[in-house]
């Protein structure tokens, strides 16, 4: 039944994907329930997956029949098991979420959004699911094209964001595919599993030296690792809520991964060690990646571009467990991946109720919100105290296993700056909590927002919006509870057996 | 595989390419762009890969070069640099 | 030294072109050139796949049998070019050509917006009305 | 040493977390359901904690596992003496807090009393939690939790000084909290344990100069609550907070929590031995002695009556840290009992300085002139607690200090008994104008010169932990057995180290 599961997590949505057109042909309002209907499917494949893979260890399924080294294999193992269940229950929780907002904000395009939103999925899904290094390529362009289009339909100044996006974008694509290439002339051979074999009698050769040159860059400029993160802001900041809320934790996580899958599966970790300082780079970048993030997001006075500048700071710290290159720090940086994702879920969802609901992003104008829409503020309260590092949310936890890689690495420094992002997130959070929860601190704020003195009604944002939201944040507290459970039965495995 | 021909080829494939990014009319430079992608089918088939070659000119030269008037008429024809 | 850039110049003219599409993506301030200098990145970049394949003395991977099960003789692997990079080139191309087109709607929205296609002048425009 | 395994640890913490969920569910509209919630969570508290004290004077623990990490990493709730000492103070105050709160919110008419009391409870379930942590992972969960916990509290006012105090609060403990995760990280990584262990567990874990870093660091993060100088600098704005919760973040909880942590780590995670052979004890004794003298002083120069007991908090809170630093038996006796002591005592101040605020709205020591006749028994309360805190037999705060000045002579360290000594004259100093004045002095002209005191719901609890520190002070193991668990932690600590 697994076998069947890993193909249908594909198909399903990208066939679907097709039929949206002609579902809103009929009648526009069908095309919400029928993505929500649709990506129920991918997170019960990808549920039966992770359970196939944690009962019987990994497995991989041929697409058409074909053996791996020619056919496209999908290899799954507890590494993307894991991050499949990731990103197919955020797309549908994301899903849910946007019936509102796309209603309001892109009444005349909700057609092509849903068709373009599980284009997206399929893209995302692919990369994490295949096993063949080109295939990886083009569900890697799956999900940029419809990112490129869905960025394009946001608010003023989208498509200028998008189409700096694309030249990048194709540009870390077209690395990647020459880093494919390389490989390829070293080795004859496109499948991972076959290229971890080849590989380790090559590793002097300068050709995988330039392969490896090519896909990290490549891989850089995808998942924004500064200072190849200059499109990501305008991109993901100018995106309907609805895109950005989808695309910002999981285009960037789902980089992370490629990242980890090719630097310690397709080559052996001490490849990417010892015979490649890429780490040392990697890493430093990272910590520049983390204050230039955190120091750009102090400037904004608009809440969805000072998130979007904290996700910059969020990706460093993956790239730091990574970089650490050793057990506990890669343990950090998978349980990471989910973490942030969910984090960063809950927030963009949060400022998407916010917009929908008072249509302002600007963080003084959040006045008496508390009052307004409580659930939506405890959300926001309970994942922006994550962030900070506050116990038993799950960012405390993801941070304890990256300052332990850190410190059995001995590179203090980046230790320092993991603890110092949290102390500037906790500003950058606890700046908007003032602005929401309490009275303005200047009485000049007052009269300029035009409020009524008299009661502050209730004005909640809608029950498709809550629900998500509240999924997400009760995660943020689950997550960081059984994130030992979640470690001891699946992150364990994922992390490559070498360390 | 002719390395005279296959020479010639890649120098009009570079003039093209150099050319394209260069003309200040836009119209002219897309075409100029049309010109370097069926040198580069010229070129590929020269070098043994026909359907590489078969798609480029269709998709490539042909698709895209329709597509890059389009948008040119809908657009500016004329570049600062 | 000369022989070794001689034996490899098809890998050469790749790098050359990618760098002028690089050029025209980064210095050009149109908006179409930046579009051109991408498409020249991308076939210079299938060029490079292409040549992967080249073998000296070897010809198009079509065999010259008739059909299934009338091979009467053994195929001589070595007298065939390397088919697999132009199957996935096959791919790069549809996928470049949908990139192509994504950006050009993308460039049609910004000169409705705009009126215009030179960056210099959008960052300006964007600049004065405080966006 | 026997284990007992039961969940009662956990009930005791998280019967407050359920309360004050109900709170947040009751609402406004009805404030005497949800001040039940709080009276009732605070009952069931005190009394599951009061259940578990025969055991643990048995000499056993008891011990609950929440969940497991890692091996070695767990959350999870080991109760000793020392733990259940902390335990007790906290949970038999909050009572009276409680009370005392009802009494102070409705007599000020205060806005966003629901949030008050949600947070007020959420700080009981942290503060219990740290008290029965059984290693530093669980503890630093729980101090985080107290943090943001407290935040909310000292924000109360939505002023602009309120808001102000409140972003200084979270700076340091914020600060704190990193520099503490850094640290137990290192420690983990060089132990692959964090389990308190009394004497210490860290010995001949790493080169002295990595563990006196360490020490250093530990000291600093739980230093910053403790209000050790130099990091105290929070406390005092912090002031602006509602009374009752300067009464249970200067007295109980947050300060406390602080201390707990600082005793924690010289006693259970480095261990008198270890300390003793790295050379740090003296170090550390000194700039608490430091605290103490600087403290007392800046405490004679605030005419701001809860800025004043602040600084005599962060005086008495170094006097803690300092009987523990010294690592004799006499000093660690007097060191942890203070605790208790100073609990009851400081508490009472607090809500002496509460019940003048809800009724005559003074906050200042110079308005406080012959307001003791209007206000017997608050200004009553409030002597014995000064007396007490100055250390004049026969109240609680005696047995401390002179268990703490037998402590400074065992070490041999004459220095510490005059410092000890001038931190008593400087209480004397700053603490009986205060009695003089309000007690001989002519009133003011806005002082009613009949019997008007403040709501009962006020005046009973301050009357009460008055008394009860008296009754320490003549019978230091009446109630809580406050004095056996104190040497039955000493015991534990000296037997091992």
Redesign the interface.
Known sequence: MAEQFAALIIVVPLISSLLVPVIGWGQKKLCYPWVVAVLVVPLICSLGILNTVLTTGKFSYRLGGWAPPWGIEYAIDHLNAFVLVIVSFISLMVAIHSKKSVEKELSEKTVPFYTLFLLLVTGLLGIVITGDAFNLFVFLEIASLSCYALIAIGEEGAPIAAFNYIIIGTIGACFYLLGVGYLYIATGSLNMADLANILPDLYHSKVILVAFAFFTVGIAIKGGLFPLHTWLPDAYCTAPSAVSSLIAPLMTKVAAYVMIRLMFTVFQPHFSVEIVPVFAILGWLSVFAIFWGGIKALAQTDIKRMLVYVLVAEVGYIVIGVSVANRVGLTGAILHIMNDAVMMTCLFLVVGAILYKTGTREIHQFRHLNKKMPFTMAAFTITALSMCGIPPACGFFSKWYLIQGTIEAGQWVWAAALLCSSLINAVLFFRVIECAYLKPMEPAYAHNAGETHGEILRDEAPFTMLVPIVIMAAGVIFLGIFSGKIISSVIQFAVPASF | MIWQLDLILCLFVLICAIAAINVKDLLAAVIILGAYSFFMCLLWTEMGAVDVAFTEASVGAGVGTVLFIAAVSKTKRRSKD | MLDYIISK??FW?YV??MM??????IG????????????????A??????????K?G?????LSGHGHGHVHEVIEVAKY?N?????????????????????????????R?YN???EDE?LKI?KDTG? | MDVIYSSRPLWAVLVSMIAAFLILATGEKNRNIRESWTIMAALAKFLIVLSMVPVILQGKVIEYTIVTFYPGLLLQFRIDAFGMLFGVIASSLWILTSFYSIGYVRGLNEHAQTRYFFAFAMCLSSTIGIAFSANLLTFLVFYEILTIATYPLVIHSESKEGIMAGRKYLAYTLTAGCVLLFAIAAIYYMTGTLDFKAGGFIAGSGSSAVLIMLFAMLIMGFGVKAGLMPMHEWLPSAMVAPTPVSALLHAVAVVKAGVFGCLRVILYVFGPGLLHDLGIWLIMAYIASFTIIVAGFLALGQDHLKRRLAFSTINNLAMIILGAALLTKSSMTGGIIHMANHAFMKITLFFCAGALHVKVHKDYVSQLDGIGRQMPLTMGAFAIAAIGLSGIPPMSGFISKWFLCLGALEANQIIFLFVLMTSAMLDVAFFFPIIYNSFFKKPLDDVTPHFDEAPMFMVIPLVITALLSIVFGIVPDAFFRFFSLTSLAVQNIMGVG
């Not at chain 3, 299938?46 to 992967?52: A, D, E, G, K």
């Open positions: 110049y098809n003219i050359v072109l002028i599409g690089l050029y025209a993506m050009k301030k149109n908006l179409i050139k930046k579009l051109i200098g991408m498409n020249i990145f991308q076939s970049m299938i060029l490079f796949y292409v040549s992967i394949g080249v000296a070897a010809t198009v991977p079509i070019l088919p697999l990079p132009h199957v996935l080139m096959l791919t790069a191309i549809v996928v470049s050509i949908a990139t192509t087109g994504v950006a050009l709607a993308t460039l049609i929205l910004i000169y917006r215009t296609l030179e959008i964007r966006v």
